[in-house]
């Protein structure tokens, strides 16, 4: 008969590796998603600087003005 009595111990590696395989998975979809969002963002940023540059160039278009009708002669107001 033995002195003591030998138990079986479990180690607590396989369920630690399960959770740090979850918090990975969880951590990339964050990034992946921060990412994605930063992409849309710039491309919105850039598409409206785009459209800006665009209104200031058609604003900056010189533009003619009428030639002045002089059938009739001009008369100054008197006040």
Not at 17 to 26: G, L, S
Not at 42 to 61: D, G, L
């Amino acid at each position: 008969m033995p002195l003591t009595e030998v138990q079986e111990f479990h180690l607590h590696v396989d369920a630690r590796a399960a959770q740090r395989a979850e918090f990975d998975r969880r951590v990339k979809e964050k990034d992946e998603l921060y990412r994605r969002l930063k992409a849309e963002s710039e491309a919105a940023m850039k598409a409206e600087e785009e459209q800006a540059i665009k209104n200031m160039r058609k604003a900056m278009v010189p533009h003619v003005r009428p030639v002045p009708d002089f059938s009739k002669p001009f008369v100054p107001h008197r006040w």
